[in-house]
């Protein structure tokens, strides 16, 4: 009873140092917050509009085919990138050399009927040398459009003939006949086509499309339409914060060292180990709030779609815990302030960029995500990611907190015995 | 009481302490005198329990500080050489951390620490954060943690070390007035006139040894009537040995070498004249000559060969 009143008094003292020396918990909290404002605005967080490319279109020849051609630019996703004008070749090139536009698509007379008999044309783009991405994009989709309709002509090469010939006779309309004759032709052609150009997979993949969101719906798993950048980065944000409170909390022992506190509680009648526990769990107490209010901002101020967010919380303020007690073992392992600091600090920075606190796991290469599950917040990470997903059930952190609490217990024994043996009463 | 029988502790190959044996009677203070190195924090820390002693026995009341850990310690309070504090919190709070680590509790606690504030002199500036202390406050609040639980026993690891001398006298003043309370009080000091002035006994100790042991009187008796002259300047040692035991042979040479000559003798005023003319007559050349009364000090040159320095 007495020692677990002497450990309350470690509690208690440990948290009233923390918490009236603010600046320590600012230092720690602000570093992760930092690095996640860079990187949203680095990868188009901010309130920055889509960039659209200035397409000007000088068309000559005012065909059907062309009209086809520049239609096709306003057509879906590609009206939202590509913005299209109708401008006269002399016009475009004027506002290409001033620099108003990305590139300025020239459609020479006689590019219809040269399509139609079969015969090679050029269409001439000419880009924007002060742009760099825009015009590439341009160039990228006209390419797909003219390849296209390469192939359309070879496919259908006599319909067109037909539809060419007509033309050349005079005659408005074709023939009830010739029209029933190329729909079946067309029609024999596609259904041999179909052998190769529709393959099953296609079929079956949008079967499982379907299924797939049943299935989502009824398990409560995140859709992956749903997982936007925040979505992967924020889980690793909070384990940042995990790496700097554990980092800021172990190197205090050092100051209990110096300042003779350490070595004044060896003294006391209680042993040792109530009082680094006492640390611990201050420190713990602080993770844990801190935590929770993050991932609570994450879930109901951000709105991102966390399942078990509460169970996946405490399991990462757990971690937390752990790698206070995991660093200060680390750090009573030297001699001097100086070798344990840069000790620790490379572990920080392995676990930073290799555990999946700074780049998501993700994004990092596949080798670099399989070596990440071995370090303390990849492991962390991995386990937390898949609750919040939906891919687990909260239950199935039991078994890794239990793990951590093995850790922390080790850990623990090993930081008591320790500073008893030597390390708390050594000055040098 | 602490009784203290053949003490050894070792950190590998090196001897921190080599055999001392003393008791410290309740109601007194005894002092153990030394240099930096000597051996006296290594002491008190193992009569403290911080360290294992390598080999022998120490007891604390009748506890054993080896198997009886928990109870010995219970009977001591502890002052460490730093100001074993926690900066960012106040006096009562620290205070009340250090009364609850040796068993106190609940309105006991909170009332004693009331107490030890105004015994200390800090009752006003209680709530403060003692990073805003000057240093003698905090060795008074150092102080105070140590006798929060009012301990039949008491460690002084250098606590006026660094401290103004208005600050140290008030120090002073409540170590005094703890073993005037009946508590054994152990003081471990380089300051050669703290020990005369405060302890009741004092223990020289060296390189883990202790030299001399006694009460001031019983030591001074060591030293005799002689006084000591330390002499600087250039002289040939072999020379100098020669022609003083030949002419003044009842000066004894303690320390010898080309640049200073420290040596003992009866009425140094009066025979001053006589020992400078054996010293001319060698070939020295002399600066500087100072001589000083039979004290503590002088009992520690002789003892251990060398001058007490911080």
């Known amino acids: 009873m007495s020692n677990l009143r002497y450990l309350l008094a470690a509690i208690r003292k440990d948290i009233g140092r923390i918490l009236k020396d603010p600046l320590g918990i600012l230092l720690w909290l602000c570093m992760p917050v930092m690095v996640g404002v860079l990187v949203n605005l680095a990868f188009g ?21 062309s009209g086809l051609l520049t239609g096709g630019f306003g057509q879906g996703e590609m009206a939202e990138l590509i913005h299209t004008r109708a401008v006269t070749r002399a016009e475009g090139e004027r506002e290409i050399y001033r620099g108003r536009a990305t590139a300025l698509l020239v ?35 006209l390419e797909i459009m003219t390849t296209g309709g390469g192939l359309l002509r070879e496919f259908l090469g006599p ?28 029609n024999n052609l596609m259904e041999g086509a179909g052998t190769w150009l529709f393959p099953p997979a296609i079929a079956f993949q949008n079967i499982s499309v379907d299924t797939t ?46 300042a003779g506190t350490l070595r004044r509680g060896l003294s006391v009648p209680f042993p040792m180990r109530w009082m680094i526990l006492g640390k611990f769990l201050a420190a713990s107490l602080i ?7 993050a991932a609570a901002f994450g879930r109901f101020v951000l709105n991102l779609p966390h399942y078990s967010w509460l169970a996946g919380a405490l399991f990462l303020a757990l971690t937390g815990a752990t790698l206070v007690a995991g660093m200060t073992a680390l750090q009573v392992l030297f001699r001097t302030e100086r070798g344990a600091s840069i000790v620790v600090m490379f572990f920080v920075m392995v676990m930073m960029f290799g555990g999946g606190s700074f780049f998501p796991l993700e994004a990092m290469p596949g080798f670099l995500q399989r070596i990440a599950v071995y370090l303390p917040n990849g492991w962390a990470l991995t386990h937390y990611k898949s609750v919040i997903d939906g891919h687990s059930a909260a239950g199935e952190l039991l078994l890794p907190a239990i793990i951590l609490i093995s850790v922390f217990i080790l850990c623990w024994t090993f930081c008591s015995w320790q500073i008893a043996r030597r390390w708390g009463s050594d000055p040098s | ?90 006096a009562r709070e620290n205070l009340h951390f250090w009364g609850g680590a040796c068993g106190l509790k609940g309105a006991t606690l909170k009332e004693r620490a009331t107490e030890v504030l105004e015994l200390i002199g800090l009752i006003d500036r209680a709530e403060e954060a003692i990073k805003k ?4 406050m905090k060795r008074r609040l150092n102080f105070g943690c140590g006798i929060m639980h009012q301990p039949p026993v008491l460690l002084l690891d250098e606590p006026t070390v660094g401290i103004d001398p208005q600050s140290r006298v008030r120090l002073l003043d409540l170590v005094r007035e703890q073993a005037a309370a009946g508590v054994t009080v152990l003081y471990t000091t380089h300051y050669m006139e703290e020990a005369e002035a405060l302890c009741d ?46 002419n003044l042979p009842e000066v004894e040479i303690m320390e010898s070498d080309e640049e200073a000559l420290l040596v003992s003798m009866m009425d140094a005023a009066g025979n001053l004249v006589a020992l400078l003319g054996v010293l001319h007559d060698t070939g020295a050349v002399l600066r500087e000559t100072s001589v000083r009364r039979p004290s503590l000090e002088t009992l520690f040159i002789k003892m251990t060969g060398k001058e007490l320095r911080e």
């Open chain 1, 45 to 65: 967080g901010g309130d920055g509009e889509t960039p659209t490319a200035e397409l000007l279109i000088a068309d000559e020849d005012n065909s059907l085919l």
């Open chain 1, 107 to 141: 459609i020479p007379e006689g590019f219809g009927d040269s399509f139609l008999n079969g015969e090679q044309d050029t269409l001439s783009l000419l880009t924007n040398p002060s742009q760099t991405i825009l015009p590439g994009i341009v160039e990228e989709i």
């Open chain 1, 159 to 186: 319909q067109i003939d037909l539809i060419a010939s007509g033309e050349e006779t005079g005659e408005d309309l074709l023939a009830d006949q010739t029209v029933a004759g190329m729909a079946v032709d067309i």
């Open chain 1, 213 to 258: 969101a049943v299935t989502e719906a009824e398990t409560g798993m995140v859709a992956e339409e749903e997982k936007t950048l925040l979505w992967y980065f924020f889980p690793s944000l909070l384990t940042l914060l995990l790496i700097f409170s554990g980092m800021t909390f172990s190197s205090d022992i050092w100051e209990e060292r110096r």
């Open chain 1, 287 to 293: 993770i844990v709030t801190v935590i929770l209010m």
């Open chain 2, 1 to 90: 009481m602490i009784t203290v029988e053949d003490l050894h502790k070792s950190y590998g190959d090196t001897v921190a302490v080599d055999g001392i044996t003393f008791t410290a009677e309740p109601g007194r203070i005894f002092g153990l005198l030394g240099p930096n190195g000597a051996g006296k924090t290594t002491s008190i820390d193992c009569i403290a329990g911080v360290h294992k002693p390598t080999s022998g026995r120490i007891t604390v009341g009748e506890f054993d500080i080896v198997r009886n850990a928990r109870q010995a310690k219970a009977q001591m309070g502890v002052v460490p050489q730093e100001v074993a504090l926690y900066e960012e919190v106040s």
């Open chain 2, 133 to 136: 202390y000057s240093g003698g």
């Open chain 2, 201 to 246: 006994e004092i223990a020289i100790i060296d390189h883990g040894t202790i030299h001399a042991q006694g009460s001031l009187e019983e030591l001074r008796t060591l030293v005799g009537e002689k006084d000591m002259v330390r002499l600087t300047g250039t002289f040939d040692p072999g020379t100098v040995s020669r022609a003083l035991s030949d």
